[in-house]
Structures are given as structure tokens and as C-alpha cells.
């Protein structure tokens, strides 16, 4: 695989990472934001009913005590347990910490309702919502972590509820059961979804990798690990002004080969060279195609030690193979392409029991000319090398 490609598939990665990563962040900045909304709104409930309790209440003392109580420290232990998930969500580039800040946050501040408003029954089941908020993560230990930490949690506010109410709210231990029968249920469930998620996410990863490689093969040649003339138009494309997503077949090539390409488009200065093996029929007759395939396959891997940032190759069918060059001059383009000539033409082939040669012709793309225009003129000028005695490079 060209080294091209390789760091095309790093920055794809790496720009896909960074998306999911800033989607967590946009979710976490949600969360916390509606969370905070929550704890306004307890606020303002508490505040009501206080107003709506206030006839009750007849010393002055015991109004103090109430407010202090259920209105002043709830409300500062949730803003505590919030500002502390803020400040983690703002400054700590640890995704795991950040992840678990959240949960537990929300647990403690569910957990202080809970135990503030004890005599609402409904609040007894509040802690389960953690638990399937933790599975958004599809993070094994971040969900167990944060379900050990909600029947924890739980089990400390029963007895907080126990110990710190003047009065027991009635049917108080039906509801804590109600509440750990819930926590317990959620547990099933958790798991469950827990494996299913972890199991789709396999299932896409590995249908995400199939693809690549369905993409690499449609654009690979397998025998020689070049670009096969699909994938050479494919790159092609990408230089293009127009779209040509939607042609398939020999109106997809036409559109592509006969498309002018502005100057502008391109990556500087652009040269093309198609590359003919020498004799290659004489070979396959002689030798076999298996012998062939072998000196197929040779100048492939040698084409592959060249294909870099400047340098891109591919099999234009049977022993025809193009280069082009782009971000170069012409003294690097036929510097690099007789280091090929010559790397070629100094391999020997004990299958054959002699060294073989390629003849080769360079063209510079010009402004307006189309693919195949370019094609013509390169073509031109192997059609001289290979007429003038053949190993040898012409340019148009």
C-alpha cells in the first residue's frame, strides 16, 4: 500500500476519532446543562411548596430550619457536585475522568434529592437513570464502575434516610426495596443492552474494515499492489471541477478522461509517464504466465518503494504501468523515473535467467488538457522509445 494512502487512512481515522470525541463533548456540555436546569427547577418547586407550607410553619425558628434544611444546603451540595462536573468538563483532556465526573455528579445530585425529598415515592427509582446513561460511553468499565457506584450510593441514602428524618416517611421500606428491586432490574437490562452494544459495535467496526478493503480491491491491482486504472481515476477525479459520482461504467471513464483539468485544480506542476515492459509477450510465451506474473509483480514492488507524497502508480493493463508525478519539477520527475529505469533494468530474473527493461514515455500536463490528451502525448512518446530500439525514456 502507498505511503499516501497509509496517511490518507491516519487522517481519515484520526478526523473520525476527533468527530465521536467531539460528540461526547457536545453530549457531556448537554447534560450537565440540563442537569442544571433540574436542579433550578427543584429549587423553584422547594421554594413553592415552602410558600404553599408557610401557614403551618408558625415560629420564625422553624422557618429558618426548614429553609436551611430543604431549600439553602440541597441546593448547595447540587451546585457543588455541578461546578465540580463543569470545571473537569472545561479543563481535563482525560475522556475516561470526564466520563465518569458526569456520572457520578449526577448520582450524587439524584441521591440529594432523594434523600432531601424522601417522602416522594417516585425519587426512590431516580438513581437507575444513571446506569443507561453510562451505556452512551460503550465503555465496559465506566458502566460497571458507575453501577457499583449507584447501588453504593443508594444503599448510603436509605441509611441517611433512615438515621437523619425526623419522621420515617411511611411505607418507607417498601419503597426502598421498590427502589433496589429497580436498580436491580435495571442490572439486567444494563447488561444486557451493555453486550448487545459492544457486540454492534464489533459488527460495524468489522463491516467498516470489509468495506475498506472491498474499496482497496476495487481499486488495487492484487497481483502487482499498484493502483489498478479504476483507482488511477478515482485519484484522477479529485482534480476534477465537476462531479462524476454519479456516472458508472464507460460513461464514468469517458466523463473523467475527457474532462479539462485547470491548472489550478491540480497540486503544481503535473507529468505523466506510461511505463512498457520490454519483450513481455516473448516472456510469457517462453517462460509461462506464471513467470510472468513474477516479473509482473517485480516491478510492482519496485514502484511501491517510489509511490510517496510527490508520486503516485498504477497498472494501466497487461505489462503497462503509469506514473504521475505532481508537486515536482522535470528534473526531479526524470530523475526519480530513470532511478526506476534503472532499478528495473538491473534486476536480474533467475526464472528467465536474464535482466529485462521497460521503455518509457514522459509528458508534462498542460492548462486545459484533458486525461486523455495527456494520455496521448506520454503514449506518443513511449511509442518513440519503443521504435527507437526500446529501454529508454522519451519526452514529449
Same mark, same amino acid.
Given at each position: 500500500?502507498?505511503?499516501?494512502?497509509?496517511?490518507?487512512?491516519?487522517?481519515?481515522?484520526?478526523?473520525?476519532?476527533?468527530?465521536?470525541?467531539?460528540?461526547?463533548?457536545?453530549?457531556?456540555?448537554?447534560?450537565?446543562?440540563?442537569?442544571?436546569?433540574?436542579?433550578?427547577?427543584?429549587?423553584?418547586?422547594?421554594?413553592?411548596?415552602?410558600?404553599?407550607?408557610?401557614?403551618?410553619?408558625?415560629?420564625?425558628?422553624?422557618?429558618?430550619?426548614?429553609?436551611?434544611?430543604?431549600?439553602?444546603?440541597?441546593?448547595?451540595?447540587?451546585?457543588?457536585?455541578?461546578?465540580?462536573?463543569?470545571?473537569?468538563?472545561?479543563?481535563?483532556?482525560?475522556?475516561?475522568?470526564?466520563?465518569?465526573?458526569?456520572?457520578?455528579?449526577?448520582?450524587?445530585?439524584?441521591?440529594?434529592?432523594?434523600?432531601?425529598?424522601?417522602?416522594?415515592?417516585?425519587?426512590?427509582?431516580?438513581?437507575? /437513570?444513571?446506569?443507561?446513561?453510562?451505556? @452512551?460511553? $460503550? &465503555?465496559?468499565? #465506566?458502566?460497571?464502575?458507575?453501577?457499583?457506584?449507584? =447501588?453504593?450510593?443508594?444503599?448510603?441514602?436509605?441509611?441517611?434516610?433512615?438515621?437523619?428524618?425526623?419522621?420515617?416517611?411511611?411505607?418507607?421500606?417498601?419503597?426502598?426495596?421498590?427502589?433496589?428491586?429497580?436498580?436491580?432490574?435495571?442490572?439486567?437490562?444494563?447488561?444486557?443492552?451493555?453486550?448487545?452494544?459492544?457486540?454492534?459495535?464489533?459488527?460495524?467496526?468489522?463491516?467498516?474494515?470489509?468495506?475498506?478493503?472491498?474499496?482497496?480491491?476495487?481499486?488495487?491491482?492484487?497481483?502487482?499492489?499498484?493502483?489498478?486504472?479504476?483507482?488511477?481515476?478515482?485519484?484522477?477525479?479529485?482534480?476534477?471541477?465537476?462531479?462524476?459520482?454519479?456516472? /458508472?461504467?464507460?460513461?464514468?471513464?469517458? @466523463?473523467? $478522461? &475527457?474532462?479539462? #483539468?485547470?491548472?489550478?485544480?491540480?497540486?503544481?506542476? =503535473?507529468?505523466?509517464?506510461?511505463?512498457?515492459?520490454?519483450?513481455?509477450?516473448?516472456?510469457?510465451?517462453?517462460?509461462?504466465?506464471?513467470?510472468?506474473?513474477?516479473?509482473?509483480?517485480?516491478?510492482?514492488?519496485?514502484?511501491?518503494?517510489?509511490?510517496?507524497?510527490?508520486?503516485?502508480?498504477?497498472?494501466?493493463?497487461?505489462?503497462?504501468?503509469?506514473?504521475?508525478?505532481?508537486?515536482?519539477?522535470?528534473?526531479?520527475?526524470?530523475?526519480?523515473?530513470?532511478?526506476?529505469?534503472?532499478?528495473?533494468?538491473?534486476?536480474?530474473?533467475?526464472?528467465?535467467?536474464?535482466?529485462?527493461?521497460?521503455?518509457?514515455?514522459?509528458?508534462?500536463?498542460?492548462?486545459?488538457?484533458?486525461?486523455?490528451?495527456?494520455?496521448?502525448?506520454?503514449?506518443?512518446?513511449?511509442?518513440?522509445?519503443?521504435?527507437?530500439?526500446?529501454?529508454?525514456?522519451?519526452?514529449?
Amino acid at each position: 500500500m502507498d505511503t499516501n494512502l497509509k496517511q490518507k487512512k491516519i487522517l481519515m481515522k484520526s478526523s473520525q476519532n476527533q468527530k465521536m470525541k467531539d460528540a461526547y463533548t457536545a453530549f457531556e456540555k448537554n447534560l450537565s446543562t440540563s442537569m442544571f436546569v433540574c436542579i433550578l427547577l427543584v429549587l423553584v418547586g422547594e421554594i413553592i411548596y415552602f410558600f404553599a407550607l408557610k401557614k403551618q410553619i408558625f415560629l420564625r425558628k422553624e422557618m429558618l430550619a426548614y429553609i436551611l434544611r430543604y431549600i439553602v444546603s440541597p441546593f448547595i451540595v447540587n451546585m457543588i457536585c455541578w461546578c465540580i462536573w463543569r470545571l473537569v468538563l472545561v479543563k481535563s483532556k482525560d475522556d475516561f475522568a470526564r466520563a465518569l465526573t458526569a456520572l457520578l455528579s449526577m448520582l450524587f445530585i439524584g441521591a440529594n434529592i432523594l434523600i432531601t425529598h424522601n417522602v416522594l415515592t417516585g425519587l426512590y427509582a431516580v438513581l437507575v /437513570v444513571v446506569p443507561f446513561i453510562a451505556l @452512551v460511553y $460503550e &465503555n465496559r468499565r #465506566i458502566t460497571r464502575i458507575t453501577f457499583g457506584a449507584t =447501588v453504593l450510593v443508594y444503599a448510603i441514602s436509605m441509611v441517611i434516610i433512615y438515621f437523619w428524618s425526623e419522621n420515617l416517611p411511611n411505607r418507607f421500606v417498601l419503597n426502598a426495596v421498590a427502589g433496589a428491586s429497580a436498580i436491580s432490574i435495571a442490572a439486567v437490562i444494563v447488561f444486557h443492552v451493555e453486550r448487545f452494544t459492544i457486540r454492534r459495535k464489533h459488527l460495524v467496526d468489522e463491516g467498516y474494515q470489509e468495506n475498506l478493503q472491498l474499496q482497496k480491491d476495487a481499486r488495487y491491482d492484487k497481483l502487482t499492489g499498484v493502483m489498478n486504472y479504476a483507482g488511477f481515476l478515482a485519484m484522477i477525479e479529485c482534480f476534477l471541477s465537476i462531479d462524476v459520482k454519479d456516472n /458508472v461504467g464507460d460513461d464514468y471513464i469517458k @466523463v473523467v $478522461e &475527457n474532462t479539462p #483539468i485547470q491548472a489550478n485544480e491540480l497540486p503544481g506542476d =503535473v507529468y505523466l509517464s506510461i511505463l512498457d515492459l520490454d519483450h513481455f509477450k516473448l516472456v510469457n510465451d517462453e517462460f509461462g504466465h506464471d513467470v510472468g506474473n513474477i516479473v509482473l509483480e517485480r516491478m510492482g514492488k519496485i514502484l511501491q518503494q517510489y509511490t510517496g507524497n510527490n508520486m503516485q502508480t498504477a497498472r494501466f493493463g497487461g505489462e503497462e504501468f503509469i506514473i504521475v508525478f505532481y508537486r515536482t519539477d522535470y528534473d526531479e520527475a526524470m530523475r526519480t523515473l530513470k532511478e526506476i529505469h534503472d532499478t528495473f533494468g538491473n534486476y536480474y530474473f533467475p526464472e528467465v535467467k536474464k535482466k529485462l527493461s521497460f521503455s518509457a514515455g514522459l509528458a508534462k500536463f498542460e492548462n486545459g488538457m484533458t486525461l486523455k490528451e495527456l494520455f496521448n502525448k506520454a503514449d506518443q512518446a513511449l511509442y518513440h522509445s519503443k521504435n527507437n530500439g526500446r529501454n529508454q525514456i522519451t519526452v514529449a
